[in-house]
């Protein structure tokens, strides 16, 4: 039997199979990607309002951030929502340096199943159709899991970067 996943914008539809997510998250006690996520949900229409409310060049009111939109991966089967990717339509300073046009992560409950391939491969459809020609994807030096997942998907690395932090950040490009 073929498991169908699929990405779907955030919606009402999907709240309990969201807080679940959410929780997941939350109880495994580890940083939590995309950083939309962090958005605690127990307010729902807030949290999505939160997620719908930077998505057009006007709607931005902070200079420090780019139109983003944010969808989940859900699995029809199951109703599970599996994973979330957050899309900045063009990037700036930061971004270009150490965020990329992608962010994304999978419950940790469901790792190591393909699923982190699987999201980045339809977020890349996803850009194509939004216009973009190229994204840039990072990941922390130690995310290997992460990599090869961008590798898989055409990622082409170009340059590491230390941030203030000193954590090191591998630079990767996506021909579209």
Not at 55 to 67: H, L, T
Not at 114 to 125: D, I, M, N, Q, V
Request: hydrophobic share 35%; net charge negative; glycine share 8%.
């Amino acid at each position: 039997m073929q498991i169908s996943n699929r990405l779907v914008q955030p919606s009402a539809d999907y709240k309990d199979e969201y807080i679940s997510f959410y929780e997941d998250w939350k109880s495994s006690g580890e940083n939590i990607v995309p950083w939309v996520v962090e958005k605690e949900p127990y307010d729902f229409t807030g949290m999505l309002n939160f997620l719908y409310s930077q998505d057009s060049e006007g709607k931005i009111i902070d200079g420090n951030f780019v139109p983003h939109s944010t969808y989940w991966l859900l699995n029809d089967d199951s109703k599970k929502i599996i994973g979330a990717v957050n899309v900045r339509h063009r990037l700036n300073v930061k971004l270009l340096n150490c965020g990329g046009h992608i962010g994304y992560g999978i419950r940790p409950s469901e790792r190591r199943k393909g699923y982190a391939s699987e999201l980045l491969a339809l977020t890349l459809e996803l850009t194509k159709i939004m216009g973009l020609e190229k994204v840039l994807l990072v990941c922390d030096k130690c995310n290997y899991a992460s990599e090869k997942t961008i590798i898989k998907n055409g990622g082409r690395f170009e340059s590491e970067l230390v941030e203030d932090n000193g954590n090191i950040v591998r630079r990767f490009w996506i021909q579209l």
